[in-house]
């Protein structure tokens, strides 16, 4: 019998806020309490429903526990074990390689959970001879090559000097759903008298406590950008001081902002000219003054250009290298684990964009794709055109999906294998707020069949008869040597606390040296010219898909489609917890759309474009911009709406991310 304990570990789910989390278990080995960890100070005690629930979720009798194989009818799955799981899959991915070449078969993961381990995938596809896998992210890379050409490194601020500023200005970003600490450490600032003020073209959780909200136009925060600078610049209101010092390239951008007059940012954006001016002289004389980006900005195809206009803004205003102040997006500071080691990279290597899985399961040639290993995903929800998606999985020779629960992805598998839980296998977890690389401790054994992707993979080596030295024997060792320093102290620290091991120090930039080409901040980047074919100056050009476009006689109104609170996308909402308090998915329309069109709040509104259709319940609303219409993303049960059945498989101008919220629709009552 086991005893009561309390273990401390992390929640490994794609988020910003990657809480340190106390587990207690009774002598049972049953979860009695999770609590958030206070040692780690970004986290602070707290954790979400989500992680609260993972009382829930990790012995829901949904929860699949053993292999599940395809009946032979065709419909349905029958229980099986590992040992057929292994020979039955290992034989057919065998066959289509012979066939077609080890490219034809595909390797996607998604973010399901994050942990160093994951990557050892590749130890068994390298030896399989190569595989085609993807490239890019669906989330969030254009911001991340936006800032990198900007200040030359993605960093920020310690979030604990959120405390520090005076105005923090929230732009494309919905914190009080999707980083509910930032959020906290957001209302603490207020409470001492910071103004929050938030871009956002919805209201949300966000922009209801907040002093002063914007509602741009979708995909026109260049033009807002370049707006504000303006203002900025021609009241003299920016710190010349600073620019002289560290800036590149700031007389090509000051003639850059010649095009952007107020009125043309206020015609452009959709916003009253004289908002746009309280905002820039708000935003240049309250000091120190943070701006934190999310990533729902950078969801469209002019995606890279805006970010890098938007995060010149702290430069303009002299607000980098101060505490309080800041350009805040993604920080990096604790991804810096060694590579795996993996066997070399053979030849047969392919890649194709993420956003574009569909279109390449029809049309890849030479070799076409026959069949695809998925973990960690729910493509078949989750990406761009995913009707199409389907149907290509559906097509498939073969499709392996190791999963929890049985997703959309996951019913058109052949096999699915059961994944462990967080809780059930060690893994060091890196994050994109705090600073922290984070110890995920095993703290319960697997529950019935249930193996870690790890011995998946080894075993799956050692039937084709590869080398499975790449898996580790002692899991610990193993991770031990991906630290930086491969220290075993380390190590034993990080059990009992999370550690900043960059190296940066809590305030970005504060030595003001910036690793880009020239040094400085580039306010002109020749890089992101050679790299990604755009003007050197980040400038305004409309989307293809936007509110200028031709598309717009047949569909006139944009569709974005975000994240909420007790969800991570396709997660959590099958818990009968999450759906007992969950936001109901329904299409946010403006008053003035839903009169033109006849559509009562309650009501049923069929939204369609050229790419798909799907019917949901109106909820008229005078919070949404006119113009623009919103569904929540993420498929986690029966009647969640279909949205990526509209959204398409376009690319970001810099980094390949997709594009969901460059997305037009027309909407009628159904
Ligand atoms: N609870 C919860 N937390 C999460 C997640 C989750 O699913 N649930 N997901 C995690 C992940 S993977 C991610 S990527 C992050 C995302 O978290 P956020 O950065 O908050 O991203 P989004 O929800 O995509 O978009 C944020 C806001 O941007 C607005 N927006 C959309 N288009 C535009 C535009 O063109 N201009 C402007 N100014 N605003 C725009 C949207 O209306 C939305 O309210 O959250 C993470 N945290
Ligand atoms: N329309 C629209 N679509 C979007 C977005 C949007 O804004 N609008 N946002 C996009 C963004 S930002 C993101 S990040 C993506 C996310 O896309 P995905 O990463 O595909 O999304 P998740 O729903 O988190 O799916 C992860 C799957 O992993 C499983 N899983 C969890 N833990 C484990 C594990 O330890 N092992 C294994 N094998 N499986 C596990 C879960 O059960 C789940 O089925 O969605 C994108 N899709
Ligand atoms: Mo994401």
């Known amino acids: 019998m086991a005893v009561p304990r309390t273990v401390r570990t992390v929640c490994p789910r794609n988020c910003y806020c990657t809480c340190g989390m106390l587990v207690s278990l009774d002598e049972h080995d049953t979860i009695r309490s999770i609590e958030g960890d206070p040692g780690n100070p970004a986290t602070g005690g707290h954790v979400c429903l989500k992680g609260l629930s993972y009382a829930r979720r990790v012995t829901s009798p949904d929860r699949l526990l053993t292999p599940l194989k395809r009946s032979a009818a065709g419909r349905g799955f029958e229980a099986a074990t590992w040992d057929e799981a292994f020979a039955d899959i290992a034989d057919r991915l065998a066959r289509v390689r012979q066939a077609h070449g080890p490219e034809s078969v595909l390797y996607y993961e998604g973010s399901g959970s994050h942990g160093a381990l994951g990557g050892l995938a590749m130890a068994f596809w390298r030896q399989f001879g190569g595989c085609t896998t993807t490239y890019g992210d669906l989330c969030w890379p254009a911001g991340l090559e936006a800032t990198r050409l900007t200040y030359g490194d993605n960093r920020h601020n310690h979030p604990m000097l959120t405390g520090r500023s005076r105005l923090i200005l929230v732009w494309g970003h919905n914190p009080a759903e999707t980083n509910v600490h930032q959020w906290r450490l957001m209302l603490d600032a207020q409470a001492r008298g910071a103004r929050l003020i938030v871009i956002d073209p919805r209201q949300t959780d966000t922009t209801d406590a907040a002093d002063g909200h914007l509602q741009p136009r979708p995909g026109t925060d260049a033009a807002l950008a370049l707006g504000l600078a303006r203002v900025i610049v021609d009241e003299g209101l920016h710190d010349g001081a600073f620019l002289d010092a560290h800036a590149h390239g700031f007389e090509a951008y000051r003639r850059r902002l010649d095009l952007f007059p107020l009125d043309r940012a206020a015609e452009i954006t959709g916003l009253p000219a004289g908002a746009i001016r309280d905002l820039a002289v708000a935003y240049a004389t309250t000091k120190p003054a943070l701006l934190v980006a999310g990533f729902g900005l950078q969801r469209h195809s002019r995606a890279g250009q805006s970010m890098r206009a938007v995060a010149l803004l702290p430069a303009l205003t002299g607000n980098v290298g101060v505490a309080g102040g800041g350009w805040q997006y993604a920080n990096l500071a604790s991804h810096c684990l060694r590579p795996l080691p993996l066997p070399p990279e053979p030849a047969a290597a392919r890649a194709i964009p993420v956003s574009q899985v569909a279109k390449h399961l029809e049309s890849l040639d030479a070799p076409p794709v026959r069949a695809a290993w998925i973990e960690r995903g729910n493509p078949a929800a989750q990406n761009p055109s995913a009707p199409r998606l389907r149907d290509g999985l559906r097509r498939l020779d073969l499709v392996v999906v190791v999963d929890q629960f049985l997703t959309p992805t996951a019913e058109l598998a052949d096999w699915v294998l059961p994944a462990k839980s967080l809780f059930e296998e060690e893994d060091l977890v890196t994050a994109y707020w705090h600073p922290y690389l984070q110890w995920r401790a095993r703290i319960l054994p697997p529950p019935g069949e249930v193996r870690p992707e790890t011995e998946i993979w080894r075993a799956m080596c050692a039937r084709m008869g590869f080398d499975t030295r790449w898996f580790p024997d002692d899991r610990e060792v193993f991770l031990q040597t991906l630290l930086p320093d491969r220290r075993a102290s380390t190590l034993e620290r990080l059990k009992h606390e999370p550690l900043d091991l960059s190296g940066n120090g809590d305030i970005a930039f504060a030595d003001r040296r910036f690793p880009t080409p020239s040094g400085r901040v580039e306010f002109a980047s020749d890089e992101a010219a050679a790299r990604w074919g755009v003007d050197p100056v980040p400038d305004y050009v409309p989307l293809d898909e936007g509110f200028t476009s031709a598309a717009r006689e047949k569909f006139p109104l944009q569709l974005l489609s975000c994240k909420t609170r007790d969800r991570i996308h396709s997660q959590f909402g099958n818990l009968d917890w999450v759906r007992e308090v969950e936001r109901p ?86």
């Open 585 to 670: 998915h329904v299409l946010d329309i403006h008053p003035d759309d839903a009169r033109a069109r006849g559509i009562a709040d309650g009501g049923r509104a069929a939204v369609w474009n050229d790419r798909g259709r799907i019917e949901i319940t109106a909820r008229v609303t005078p919070g949404i911009r006119p113009g623009v219409v919103h569904v929540l993303e993420g498929w986690c049960h029966d009647g969640d709406p279909d949205v990526n059945a509209l959204t398409a498989e376009g690319i970001t101008d810099m980094n390949h991310g997709a594009t969901y919220y460059e997305c037009l629709v027309e909407v009628a009552r159904a």
